[in-house]
């Protein structure tokens, strides 16, 4: 029961990135993509009627953490508690942003509200990547789940690398969604920034995958097991899959290839951390695993039962809204915030 919890929380988590990256990695580009004032409410109603949703997920993979994995849960907020805090001003922030700025006519609050889009969107997508990548490497937590270490200890070379990943993962998997919503000529230059950011991924995403060698012990599990490959195997051909896309036009495909390629990332590290969930630098005997820091078995079962009835129920209502609002923006849209 245990493994099968593990496997839904990182699976949750992955749609979240999924889902949520592309409203994120929109909303940190926004600056760079919009150069007129439609552009700016084009890109605000291609994210409008999306981004709530997105976020349950978010209270999902959290409350899975919780419910699950309550000692993984009160270390992790522990020893995480200043980026997460970050995160969490940065998307009460962000949801600010979404409602109040078109509330107000003077232009001074409209462009201090798409500042505040901006980096509620890019601090979460940089901060996330940055926790996950230390999860994967290790914190310093000693026998009674206490944190030996600060803010700093966080912000190391592989954790940065990781950061930077996930936000250029977000970009690219914003820019090609807004390809899909937009015409004339912000569709051009999301699709332009789509294939310059995509080269830059690239390279990234290459360094990940070899600094991880020496940075963590994450591909433990695939020389134990080598058919988990097909896991970074299957992110490297939806990350070419999405370059292919992109030079063909199919901009749907692309982006969802994009949102696999997200998935396969989030899950790569996941699959390597096994049975792990926060790993301790200090001394491999102190870290959290599905085992050690589960809720009991009974709690579990009843868990399980929840999430297939109401995470169905979640996906049916989330498939309705991107159907209904799949298609491109007109000027008549840009009239209805989050149309």
């Known amino acids: 029961m245990q493994t099968i919890w593990f496997g839904l929380w990182g699976i949750l988590w992955a749609v979240y990135f999924m889902l949520g990256g592309f409203d994120l990695g929109l909303g940190t580009l926004m600056p760079v993509l919009a150069r007129s004032e439609e552009d700016r409410q084009t890109i605000r109603n291609a994210i409008g009627p999306f981004w709530n949703g997105n976020e349950v997920w978010l209270i999902t993979a959290g409350g899975v953490t919780f419910a699950a994995f309550p000692t993984t849960y009160s270390v992790l907020f522990s020893s995480l508690y200043t980026p997460l805090l970050m995160i969490l001003f940065a998307l009460i922030i962000r949801a600010a942003a979404f409602e109040f700025r078109n509330e107000s006519k003077s232009m001074v609050w409209r462009k201090l509200w798409d500042i505040g889009l901006t980096l509620g969107s890019f601090v979460p997508a940089l901060l996330f990547g940055v926790a996950f990548a230390n999860l994967f490497r290790g914190i310093p937590i000693d026998g009674e789940g206490v944190y030996r270490g600060n803010l700093l200890t966080l912000l190391n070379p592989y954790g940065l690398l990781g950061g930077v990943l996930f936000v250029l993962l977000f970009a690219v998997h914003g820019t090609i969604w807004l390809t899909t919503k937009s015409q004339g000529d912000l569709h051009r230059r999301a699709a332009s920034m789509a294939r310059k950011l995509w ?102 079962k009843i868990m399980l039962v929840v999430v297939l009835v109401f995470v169905p129920i979640v996906i049916v209502y989330q498939a309705w809204a991107y159907n209904i609002f799949k298609h491109r923006l007109t000027e008549k849209d840009l009239g209805h915030e989050g149309y």
């Open 199 to 300: 080269m830059v991924l690239l390279i990234v995403a290459v360094a990940f995958f070899i600094a991880t060698a020496p940075a963590t012990g994450l591909y433990g599990n695939y020389v134990k097991l080598p058919i988990v490959f097909v896991i970074p195997a299957g992110a490297f051909a939806a990350l070419l899959a999405v370059r292919l896309c992109l030079a063909r036009k199919k901009w749907w495909k692309a982006w969802f290839s994009s949102g696999v390629l997200i998935v396969f990332a989030t899950l790569f590290g996941v699959a390597g951390l096994y049975p792990n969930l926060i790993v301790s630098s200090i001394d491999p005997k102190y870290s959290l695993t599905a085992t050690n820091s589960s809720s009991s078995p009974l709690t579990l």
